[in-house]
């Protein structure tokens, strides 16, 4: 079981909005940034998200992030079918010295 | 554009040591932080460690007593070994950039990963 926990699995319509989140603790998103990644089947995963809420060169502003105390929030609007992946948030754990992963969340767009 | 990719063998017998290596191309290992992560079939993704532009290590607790990390500089490689191998350790391995970081400020601590390289699937069995 990871120690940032995340929904294993969200859906929702082309078009529209999904969010996923991401809980943890006061040792690693409550004092450390938040990063969130997408695997697409079959490949490595891919940054989307870095410091909590910016994205690096080349990700569309239909993906965000937030932070708020020990939970972390995923956005992503206009759903497309290629958004179809498991999403990771990741942090750094001050208490255990290491860097951690959610357990990951299947986006299924329906 | 920074480009990552390992190599080594796919296949490794119970009790021996795995040994992966990533090759940095477009970018120099004497920047940055260089990481090692891994994803068993199926399942999530797993910190394995990291070495940093200066040749520190850091390492999963749970995997600590069993890792190494090291570092060719003339190559622009970076290696992981992995001993005492089980079925267990069964995943694809990658090897990423890693924007380790520290804020004073704050004390908060980056440690992103981007980019990353493709992967290569080793296979714990006799």
């Known amino acids: 079981q990871s120690v940032l926990t995340q929904p294993p699995s969200v859906s929702a319509a082309p078009g529209q909005k999904v969010t996923i989140s991401c809980s943890g603790s006061?040792?690693?998103?409550?004092?450390?940034?938040v990063y969130w990644y997408r695997q697409l089947p079959g490949t490595a995963p891919k940054l989307l998200i870095y410091d909590n809420n910016k994205r690096p060169p080349g990700i569309p502003d239909r993906f965000s992030g937030s932070k708020s105390g020990t939970s972390a929030t995923l956005g992503i609007t206009g759903l497309q079918t290629g958004d179809e992946a498991d999403y990771y948030c990741g942090s750094w754990d001050t208490s255990l010295s290491a860097a951690l992963f959610g357990g990951g969340t299947k986006l299924t767009v329906l | 554009q920074v480009q990552l990719q390992e190599s080594g063998p796919g296949l490794v017998k119970p009790s021996e040591t795995l040994s992966l290596t990533c090759t940095v191309s477009s970018g120099s290992i004497s920047s940055y932080y260089w990481t090692w992560i891994r994803q068993p079939p199926g399942k999530g993704l797993e910190w394995i460690g990291y070495?940093?532009?200066?040749?520190?290590?850091n390492y999963n607790p749970s995997l600590k007593s069993r890792i190494t990390i090291s570092r060719d500089t003339s190559k622009n490689q970076f290696s992981l070994k992995l001993n005492s191998v089980t079925a267990a350790d069964t995943a694809v391995y990658y090897c990423a950039r890693d924007y380790g970081d520290y804020d004073s400020l704050t004390g908060s601590r980056s440690h992103w990963f981007d980019p990353w390289g493709q992967g290569t699937l080793v296979t714990v069995s006799s």
């Open positions: 070495i940093t532009h200066s040749g520190s290590t």
């Open positions: 006061s040792s690693n998103i409550g004092n450390n940034y």
